[in-house]
T-cell receptor, first 111, second 114 residues
Framework: DAKTTQPPSMDCAEGRAANLPCNHS???????VYWYRQIHSQGPQYIIH???NNETNEMASLIITEDRKSSTLILPHATLRDTAVYYCIVRALNTGNQFYFGTGTSLTVIP | DAGVIQSPRHEVTEMGQEVTLRCKPISGHDYLFWYRQTMMRGLELLIY????????DSGMPEDRFSAKMPNASFSTLKIQPSEPRDSAVYFC????????????FGEGSRLTVL
């Protein structure tokens, strides 16, 4: 699976949008982009995934660049409960169902 | 559904003892995963099963670690003998086949080996 690069940490003011970048410049055509987050001491939680098109659900939006070499996870109105480590993962479905987690971005939402 | 259920939530044991961690996946899920998380190494995939069959155990650190899935609703991860460096949080996760195939994690078992 393609490697991803994320900033180790970010801050965001409560109520503002949090934009978390991810670089995956070696992504292949059959690889999806997934985002998970892990709130302290809990198991990781799935947020969203996409292949080419931008995606939105009740938790977040995922913006994938046209060349698919990078993406941004957007939390539109960050709350204190969004403080967590956010993982960006790229994965091809034909290589099994396993996910490999990197070091992620530690997001701190500031009151 | 109650989600992925792991037990025990916390385990403190002495070096050399056998440790067994248990996992009940979400009903109907085809895949089951065991992960280990430490500050130094992050979240590592140890082994995963598809339809109760081990598919990839390349992440299992050494022969002291073994995992079984005797049926679709139960899996165990065993460490024998345990060592202090095995201290970590062990997560179990389950999923359906993709896409999207997202993982659903349990709350983890925190193991401390003295």
């Amino acid at each position: 699976d393609a490697k991803t690069t994320q900033p180790p940490s970010m801050d965001c003011a409560e109520g503002r949008a949090a934009n978390l970048p991810c670089n995956h410049s070696t992504i292949s055509g059959n690889e999806y982009v997934y985002w998970y987050r892990q709130i302290h001491s809990q198991g990781p939680q799935y947020i969203i995934h996409g292949l080419k098109n931008n995606e939105t659900n009740e938790m977040a939006s995922l913006i994938i660049t046209e060349d698919r070499k990078s993406s941004t996870l957007i939390l539109p109105h960050a709350t204190l409960r969004d403080t967590a480590v956010y993982y960006c993962i790229v994965r091809a479905l034909n290589t099994g169902n396993q996910f490999y987690f990197g070091t992620g971005t530690s997001l701190t939402v500031i009151p | 559904d109650a989600g992925v259920i792991q037990s025990p939530r916390h385990e403190v044991t002495e070096m050399g003892q056998e440790v067994t961690l248990r996992c009940k996946p979400i009903s109907g899920h085809d895949y089951l995963f065991w992960y280990r998380q430490t500050m130094m190494r992050g979240l590592e995939l140890l082994i995963y099963f598809n339809n109760n069959v081990p598919i990839d155990d390349s992440g299992m650190p050494e022969d002291r670690f073994s995992a079984k899935m005797p049926n679709a609703s139960f899996s165990t991860l065993k460490i024998q003998p345990s060592e202090p460096r095995d201290s970590a949080v062990y997560f179990c996760a389950s999923s359906l086949a993709g896409p999207p195939g997202e993982l659903f994690f349990g709350e983890g078992s925190r193991l401390t080996v003295l």
